[in-house]
C-alpha cells in the first residue's frame, strides 16, 4: 500500500470514527423514548406505565390466569422485550411495559380476546383461532395491478385442515367472510377447494398491520375476558446514579482494556484500541436503530460484550507473534497470522451466533433481549476485527511503522503438561459441582428454597403507601428500604414510584398476616402513613413457568445445533461432545456458587447464564480449532503424541486464554465496583463465571477432547 493511499484511508476512519463518536455520545447523554429517537429505557431506569386488568369471570381457574399471564407476556413483547406481565391476587394480571407514558394504545388492544372465525354468509363459525397453527406477514407485487399487497399467510392444524378443506368444499363460489374480534377484515371468495392446510387474509392496508395480526394470531385466543380496573405511570426503580455509575465503569472499562490492549501487542493494540472504540459507538446505533430497549442488566451486558470483543483480535495478534518469532517478516506475519487465526475467530463467533439466533427465536422476555444484544455484538465484533483493525494495522505499517518491536514476537513456550494432571482437575470440578448439590440439598432439607429465588421466580407481596412527601429513589434506598429488610428478614426487597402521587409501590417476599400488619404498623409510626391507604395483594412470579421452559427448550435447542456445527465442522463428533461437556461444567459450576453463596436469583439469572454458555463455548473452539491444526502434521496417532498435541495445542493459545479472560474480567469487576446492588448480584457470578471459563479451557476442554478420543476411537 502507498504512503499517501494509507494517510487517505486512516484520515477516514478516523473521521467515521469522531463523527459516531459524537453522535453515539448525543444519543446516549439525551437518552429517551419516542419522537426523541433516542434509546429506550427499561422499567428499572425509566419507568413506564403499569395496567391492572381483572377477569370479568368470577373465580377463574389457576390453569386459565397462567395461560392468559403468558398469551399477554407475548403480546407485550412487541412494545419491549422487557416488559412484564405477572397475577395479582387471585383474579388480577399486571402489566408494566418500560419507556411507554401514555395508556391508552394499549389498552385498546392487550385485552382483547383475540377472536378469529372463518364464517359461512349465514354467520355460523366453520373454523375458530384455535385451528391455526401459524401465521405470517407476507408482502408481494400484484402482477396485474403492480401494487404492492400484504397478506397474512395461515397454516393450519391438521384437524383445522380438516374443517377448512370442508368448509371449501360446502362454500365453493361463495363469500367467506374472516372475522376477528366481531370486526369482518375479509371476504374472500372460495374459488377452489382448499385441501392443502393453507389459507391468505388479503387486504391488509400496511405490513405493519399485516405483522400485527399474524401475531396476535399467532399467540391465540386470551382464555379469559379482562378488564381495566386502572393504569398508573410507575417511576424509575433505580435512580440517576445506576445509569451514571454503569456508564462510568464502561469508559473507565474502555480505557483499561485498550492501554491493556497496547502493553501487550504494540502497534496491533493500538489499532484494536481504535476499533473497539468504533465497536462500542456502533453498538450505541444498533440499539437505537433497532429499538432495543435498554435496561440495567443490559447495559451490563453491552459492557461485558467490550470485554469480550477483543478476543477476536487477541486471537490474531497472538497469531502474528508466533509467525514473527519463526523469522517471517511484518508484513508476511500480518498475513499468516488473518488467515491462521480466521477459522476459528468465525467458527466460535458463528457457534455463539446460531445460540444467538436461536433464543431469539424460541426464548420470550430477557431471554429475546439478550439474544437480541448477543447478536449484534457478534456481529459488530466481527466487523471491527476481521477488518476495521487489519485495515488500520495496513495503513500504520505502510506508514513506516515496521519494526519488529513493535509488533511482538512470541516463541513458542516450552508445552506445560496440563493433561498429566487432569485427574487433579476432574475431581476438582466434580467437588466443585457437587457440594453446589449438596448445599441446595441441605437448604431443602432446613425448609428453604434450593436457590435464593427472587420476586422474579417466585413471586410475593405487593404494599402500596401514600407517603406524607414525595421521596427521591436515593431516600426511598436510605430511609425505607432498611426498615422494610429489618422487618421481614428479606434483602430482596423491590420499590417502585407513582408518578403524580406521594405513592409508593413495596414488593417483598410473601408475608404472612402477622408480618403485613407488622408492616403497615412500621410504615404508620415511622413515616406517618395513613394505614387507610395501605393496600397488599399477593403477586405471581414476573417469570412464568412458560417463559422458564421456553427459555430451558431455547438453551436445549441452541446446544444441539451448536453441537451439529462444531461435528460439521470439526469432522468429529468427540469435539463436539467435549465442548457440549464443557459447556455444562461452566454452568454447573456457576449454578453451585449460586447455591452456597445464595446469591439472588432472579431475571438477571437467566442473563447471566446465557452469558456464560456463550463464554465458554467461544473459548472451547479457540483451543479445538490448535488442536485440529495440530493433528494435520501428526502421524503417530498414539495416545501418548495425543497427549502432547492437546498439550501444546493448551500452551500454544494460552496467552489467549488468560488475556481475554482478564479484558472481561476488568470490565465485569469496574460494573462490580461502580455499580449499584441491583448491578453487583449480576456482575458477581460473572466474575465467577469468567474464571471459570479460563479455568476450563485450558485445564477441562483438551483434557475432556483426550479423554473421549483415547475411550472411542475411531473404526479403521
Given amino acids: 500500500m502507498k504512503k499517501s493511499k494509507a494517510i487517505g484511508i486512516l484520515v477516514l476512519i478516523l473521521a467515521i470514527l469522531a463523527g459516531m463518536t459524537w453522535y453515539a455520545g448525543t444519543i446516549i447523554s439525551t437518552v429517551g423514548v419516542g419522537e426523541n429517537r433516542n434509546i429506550k429505557l427499561g422499567l428499572d431506569l425509566a419507568g413506564g406505565v403499569s395496567i391492572t386488568y381483572k377477569a370479568v369471570e368470577d373465580n377463574p381457574s389457576s390453569e386459565d390466569m397462567k395461560d392468559t399471564v403468558y398469551k399477554l407476556q407475548r403480546r407485550v413483547e412487541k412494545y419491549s422485550t422487557e416488559a412484564s406481565v405477572y397475577q395479582e391476587g387471585s383474579d388480577r394480571i399486571n402489566i408494566e411495559i418500560p419507556g411507554v407514558s401514555d395508556a391508552n394504545t394499549i389498552l385498546e388492544e392487550m385485552g382483547k380476546p383475540g377472536s378469529l372465525e372463518f364464517q359461512n354468509t349465514s354467520g355460523e363459525t366453520l373454523l375458530t383461532g ?98 381495566e380496573l386502572n393504569s398508573k405511570v410507575v417511576g424509575a426503580q433505580l435512580g440517576n446514579s445506576a445509569l451514571t455509575s454503569s456508564l462510568l465503569a464502561a469508559v473507565i472499562g474502555l480505557g483499561l482494556v485498550i492501554l491493556f490492549m497496547i502493553i501487550m501487542y504494540r502497534i496491533p493494540g493500538l489499532a484494536s484500541g481504535i476499533a473497539l472504540i468504533l465497536y462500542s459507538a456502533l453498538m450505541i446505533w444498533a440499539l437505537w436503530i433497532f429499538d432495543i430497549t435498554l435496561t440495567l442488566p443490559g447495559i451490563a451486558g453491552i459492557i461485558l460484550s467490550i470485554g469480550m470483543a477483543v478476543d477476536a483480535n487477541v486471537i490474531i495478534f497472538a497469531r502474528i507473534q508466533e509467525e514473527i518469532a519463526t523469522g517471517k517478516t511484518v508484513s508476511t506475519a500480518m498475513k499468516i497470522g488473518y488467515d491462521k487465526a480466521l477459522s476459528a475467530v468465525v467458527d466460535g463467533n458463528v457457534t455463539t451466533l446460531i445460540a444467538a439466533v436461536v433464543l431469539g427465536l424460541r426464548g420470550s422476555g430477557p431471554v429475546k433481549g439478550f439474544a437480541y444484544t448477543l447478536g449484534i455484538g457478534i456481529v459488530l465484533s466481527m466487523f471491527t476485527a476481521l477488518i476495521v483493525t487489519r485495515w488500520l494495522m495496513k495503513c500504520f505499517y505502510a506508514l513506516g511503522l515496521k519494526g519488529e518491536k513493535l509488533y511482538g514476537k512470541k516463541p513458542e513456550r516450552k508445552t506445560i503438561n496440563f493433561l498429566g494432571k487432569r485427574a487433579v482437575f476432574f475431581t476438582l470440578s466434580i467437588a466443585v459441582i457437587a457440594a453446589g448439590f449438596i448445599g441446595m440439598g441441605v437448604h431443602n432439607a432446613n425448609g428453604n428454597k434450593i436457590l435464593n429465588y427472587s420476586l422474579d421466580f417466585v413471586g410475593g407481596t405487593s404494599t402500596t403507601a401514600e407517603f406524607t412527601k414525595e421521596y427521591s429513589i436515593a431516600e426511598i434506598d436510605e430511609e425505607i428500604v432498611p426498615v422494610i429488610e429489618e422487618l421481614t428478614g428479606d434483602k430482596n426487597i423491590q420499590t417502585q414510584k407513582i408518578k403524580g402521587t406521594n405513592q409508593i409501590v413495596i414488593k417483598t417476599r410473601s408475608l404472612e398476616l402477622e408480618e403485613r400488619e407488622a408492616l403497615n404498623a412500621a410504615l404508620v409510626e415511622k413515616f406517618g402513613v395513613d394505614e387507610e391507604t395501605i393496600t397488599a395483594e399477593n403477586i405471581s412470579s414476573t417469570i412464568s413457568s412458560e417463559m422458564k421452559s421456553d427459555a430451558v427448550w431455547a438453551v436445549a435447542i441452541a446446544t444441539v445445533c451448536m453441537l451439529i456445527y462444531i461435528w460439521f465442522r470439526f469432522k468429529d463428533i468427540r469435539f463436539a461432545g467435549s465442548a457440549v461437556m464443557a459447556l455444562i461444567h461452566d454452568v454447573l459450576v456457576v449454578l453451585a456458587f449460586y447455591a452456597l453463596a445464595r446469591v439472588s436469583v432472579g431475571n438477571t439469572f437467566i442473563a447471566c447464564m446465557l452469558t456464560i454458555v456463550g463464554y465458554s463455548v467461544n473459548a472451547t473452539i479457540v483451543i479445538f480449532d490448535r488442536i485440529r491444526e495440530n493433528l494435520k502434521n501428526l502421524r503417530d496417532q498414539s495416545n501418548e503424541s495425543l497427549m502432547e498435541v492437546a498439550n501444546r495445542s493448551i500452551t500454544q493459545t494460552l496467552s489467549r486464554s488468560i488475556n481475554t479472560s482478564l479484558t472481561t474480567f476488568i470490565m465485569i469487576a469496574l460494573i462490580y465496583i461502580l455499580g449499584v446492588s441491583s448491578i453487583k448480584e449480576f456482575a458477581l457470578p460473572l466474575m465467577v463465571g469468567i474464571v471459570c471459563g479460563a479455568y476450563s479451557s485450558v485445564c477441562i476442554t483438551g483434557a475432556l477432547w483426550y479423554t473421549f478420543r483415547v475411550k472411542f476411537k475411531k473404526k479403521k
Avoid: C, H
Wanted: glycine residues 8%; charged residues 20%.
Fill in 130 to 227: 384455535s385451528d391455526i397453527k401459524n401465521a405470517q406477514a407476507q408482502t408481494f407485487t400484484d402482477s396485474t395491478s403492480g401494487q404492492r399487497q400484504y397478506v397474512v399467510d395461515l397454516t393450519l392444524t391438521d384437524e383445522g385442515k380438516e374443517k377448512f378443506t370442508q368448509a371449501t368444499t360446502d362454500n365453493l363460489g361463495k363469500q367467506m367472510p374472516i372475522v376477528y374480534d366481531g370486526e369482518v377484515i375479509s371476504s374472500p371468495t372460495v374459488q377452489s377447494v382448499l385441501s392443502e392446510g393453507t389459507a391468505q387474509i388479503t387486504g391488509m392496508e400496511s405490513y405493519e398491520a399485516a405483522d400485527e395480526l399474524a401475531s396476535t394470531i399467532r399467540i391465540g385466543s386470551l382464555s379469559l375476558e379482562l378488564e
